[in-house]
């Protein structure tokens, strides 16, 4: 901090430096994210037995380029009964915060945009603003579908904020410190999900809601809200929503990334180059969006209210418990091997609770359980 | 500090003209006439599903909003308290675990309440 202090102000060749590696940074972050349709497409077409998109180049490559010249060239409408000041500032309003929390992202040791001492909380925060441009395009499309889909973002929004704050005050107690760079420095040889796996499943389950995903896709879905804040919006401005969308979805993986599964210090130490740091970047966070993927293919969406329950009544509590119990095992001194063992029962304890919630008011039989293989052997033994 | 929160200030100037180079892109090919824009009654009007709509949209909506509106302010403020007792954890003690638990103590007792009331109810 005082180095930065004492420097001078506006060094030429360093100013430039730094300018073109902004520069840098922010043109592969965007061919990243475009990129990453292409790759939702291939996974999620891969695990419903497709191909997905190969006529576009080589194996489908160019299909986020033709996408986007499609959008380009699409008619583009807006109702005439819209407010229009808030039809079209939404677009900046949600797809400013989500870029901007790319300030505090340490890709590698080196490569930071702005060393914040406060990053963590900073990312938190300016990814929690993106509510205001729902509630802005939700109001501003008049159509009853978009203000129930924005006023639906925004009371999602807000109620899975908390438990991903919470359990990353958990995560602060146990490194001491709320900059992203010091806790990737912490994890040099445990990660730290080994240490808080209740923090890293809530984080995981409330970072999933906070990019509206599926299955917590309630404030977009098609089926409920016919495209919730997306109704009214064509062309252009549809695609930087969606954009939007992407780009929070990697700065939630990013934060994974970093703060639980050790960024690029773990396991190879951070003597190993920017070129396999950013390697171990890439593919932690890429790991993430899989995830991301499989559940998206895997799972229903969920109801509102269970979605809003599922946050209040079971999030909240275990995250408040998480915070307990690094305090009651930190303040005496306890090793770490208890600590970590705590925070695996409460973690089970919450599997167990969301198992048994998502079970309740099923009709109680035993399980049955068809073997397909089974099945088969005996028709062929039969014929 | 100057240089911290002027390299966030770049990315907030690209983060302003990201979006609106496609945008305005867009409007340029509209007025080239490679985007085709044929305004009609029918498609700016608002889209319900093919049905003509009633009224106007911005309608009075759910209280649920509200409360979980108020409950998200509380909470919010009490991990904002957190954060800095969290990070001098190491240094402070059994005294400011105490306190700190007594704090959230409050807090999930409220959590409780609003519960109790049937405040956590989705309908």
Request: no cysteine; charged share 20%; aromatic share 14%.
């Given at each position: 901090m005082t180095m930065l202090l004492s420097a001078?102000?506006?060094?030429m060749p360093g100013a430039l430096a730094s300018v073109l590696g902004l520069v840098a940074i922010t043109l592969v972050m965007t061919v990243g994210v475009a990129y990453a349709t292409w790759y939702e497409r291939k996974i999620i077409a891969r695990m419903q037995l497709r191909l997905g998109p190969?006529?576009?180049g080589p194996f489908g490559l160019l299909q986020p380029i033709a996408d986007m010249l499609k959008l380009l060239v699409k008619e583009d409408l807006r109702p005439a009964t819209a407010d229009p000041i808030a039809f079209e500032l939404a677009v900046f309003a949600i797809f400013i915060p989500s870029f901007l929390?790319?300030?505090?992202?340490?890709?590698?040791?080196?490569?930071?945009i702005s060393p914040l001492p406060l990053s963590l909380l900073y990312l938190l925060a300016i990814s929690g603003l993106s509510f205001i441009g729902f509630l802005m395009a939700g109001w501003g499309s008049d159509n009853k579908y978009a203000l129930l889909g924005g006023m639906r973002a925004a009371a999602q929004l807000i109620s899975y904020e908390i438990p991903l704050i919470l359990a990353m005050v958990g995560v602060v107690m146990v490194t001491?410190?709320?900059d992203v760079y010091q806790i990737i420095l912490f994890q040099?040889?445990?990660?730290l999900i080994v240490w808080q796996p209740l923090g890293f499943i809530i984080f995981l389950t409330a970072s999933i809601a906070e990019v509206e995903r599926?299955?917590?896709d309630i404030p977009t879905g098609e089926s409920e809200?016919?495209?919730?804040?997306?109704?009214e919006y064509s062309g252009i401005r549809w695609s930087m929503f969606q954009l939007s969308s992407y780009v929070n979805m990697y700065v939630f993986a990013l934060l994974g990334a970093f703060v639980f599964?050790?960024?690029?210090?773990?396991?190879?130490?951070?003597?190993?180059?920017w070129g396999y740091q950013l390697l171990l970047t890439v593919s932690k966070m890429a790991l993430f969006i899989f995830f991301y993927l499989w559940i998206r293919a895997s799972f229903p969406r969920m109801r509102v209210d269970q979605l809003m329950s599922y946050a209040w009544k079971v999030l909240i509590p275990f995250a408040l418990l998480q915070i307990f119990l690094n305090g009651l095992f930190i303040v005496y001194d306890a090793p770490g091997v208890v600590l970590a063992a705590s925070s695996w029962a409460a973690a089970g304890g919450l599997m167990y609770l969301a198992f048994h919630v998502v079970r309740?008011?099923?009709?109680r039989k035993p399980l049955q359980m068809i073997s397909v293989r089974a099945t088969a052997v005996a028709a062929r033994s039969a014929s | 500090m100057i240089e911290q929160f002027g390299r966030g200030g770049f990315l907030l100037v690209f983060a302003v003209i990201f979006p609106l180079i496609p945008i305005l892109a867009s409007v340029a090919l509209g007025i080239f006439k490679i985007r085709p824009s044929a305004p009609d009654p029918i498609k700016e009007s608002v889209y319900e599903c093919g049905m003509v709509p009633?009224?106007?949209?911005?309608v009075r909506y759910n209280v649920r909003y509200y409360l979980f509106g108020l409950l998200f302010v509380v909470f919010d403020v009490e991990a904002v308290f957190l954060y800095p007792w969290a990070v001098a954890y190491r240094h402070l003690g059994v005294y400011a675990f105490v306190e700190a638990m007594i704090f959230i103590g409050i807090l999930a007792i409220g959590l409780a309440y609003a519960w109790r009331k049937r405040a956590l109810e989705w309908i």
């Open positions: 001078p102000a506006i060094d190969t006529r576009v929390a790319f300030v505090a992202v340490p890709f590698t040791a080196d490569w930071l001491a410190s709320a040099d040889r445990i990660p599926p299955p917590f809200v016919a495209g919730g804040v997306f109704i599964l050790g960024g690029w210090e773990w396991p190879f130490g951070r003597d190993i180059g309740r008011g099923e009709p | 009633i009224g106007d949209a911005h």
